[in-house]
């Protein structure tokens, strides 16, 4: 059994409230706090000196990110996922260079891993401007790479844990070229994350040189075992587009944002703000469709709730409202691209 922790003295709360004040912090004032009082937690817990270090490391990791992305948060972002080792003059460098290009050209950032191959692929297609690099300190690594290291737009980690979470966090759309280990390992986490509910939808894009068979070979992996033994549910790999034309990967990734905008919990409410209100014909027809989706009452067209107002958010937004059963939530993508592909959005941003 875990003993209980030992709680902080009061008058040693009342000085870290001091503190925070005495520093000239006012917004999150709250949140700083409970992060100090975790750390004093940490010493009278009587915590080993390695998990003490892995905590400091982690956290001070945490900030120099944050501060690194922080400048870019009015920009979408995509991370470009792929191995270190591919080569300049292979088919697959070019692919990931050309899909970084066309998102570039579309007003998009490039997040990678700031090492060689396929990252180093990426943000020289995206350029200088337009790249970000998350790199891993290595012992047999080389250094990032020199698009975003002589941009000075990259951060180096120590822990793979911390890395993943900014190279996920920040991003609106993934590409995952072919790779090893590493690059299977956060393909898959996408797809955990995505099926669990614990990310946002977003569009998720696995890409192939021209004929290439890498990602179909997977698909065909899980369809013959994963889907027949049951561990997972057969429209599960239906979240990710499968192709080998940058074209393709380019527009899926900007179209899942052309009329789905965010979403926000509301207590046990989910609200999806949208681009284009959409018709009582069209939200009786979302109804019907995703009706399994519901955990009681209708998909209703709504204003800004309470919580939104208060926090001044997106309130020029048209909203959807429902109440979704929690056991579905890994289909969510599915509404969305549903949204997206309604007759009342224009033409030009219409995307299924």
Known sequence: MVASAASIPSDVTDEIRSLIAEAGIGANADLVARILATGVGLGLDDTQRLDLK?????????????????????????????????????????????VAAALADRGWMVVTGAGPGIMQAAAEGAGPERSLGVSIRLPFEEKPNAVVAGADRVVAMKYFFTRKLMLVKESHGFVCVPG????????????????????????????????GTFWTALKRFVDEQLVTSGVVSPHD??????????TAAADHIA??????????????????????????????GLNVEFAGLLAGDRIERSG?????????????????????????????????????????????????
């Open 180 to 211: 090893g280990f590493g690059t299977l390992d956060e393909m898959f986490e996408l797809l955990t994350l995505q099926q669990t509910g614990k990310a946002e939808p977003v569009p998720i894009v696995l890409l192939d040189a021209p004929g």
């Open 255 to 284: 179209a899942f944002w052309s009329n789905y905008h965010s979403l926000r919990w509301v207590g046990d409410r989910l609200v999806l703000r949208v681009r284009n209100d959409p018709t009582d014909a069209e939200i009786e």
């Open 54 to 98: 892995i905590t400091s490391a982690a956290l001070t990791e945490m900030r120099a990110a944050f501060r690194l992305f922080a400048p870019y948060r009015g920009i979408p972002k995509v991370t470009v996922f792929g191995s270190a080792r591919t080569r300049p003059d292979d088919e697959l460098y070019r692919a990931a260079a050309a």
């Open 304 to 352: 800004p709730l309470r919580a939104e107002t208060e926090d001044d958010d997106h309130l020029d937004l048209p909203r959807l409202v429902l109440r979704l059963d929690q056991r579905r939530v890994g289909d969510l993508y599915r509404l969305v691209r549903a949204i997206n592909g309604l007759a009342s959005v224009p033409g030009a941003a219409r995307a299924g």
């Open 237 to 246: 790999f239906d979240r990710v587009l499968v192709t080998d034309s940058v």
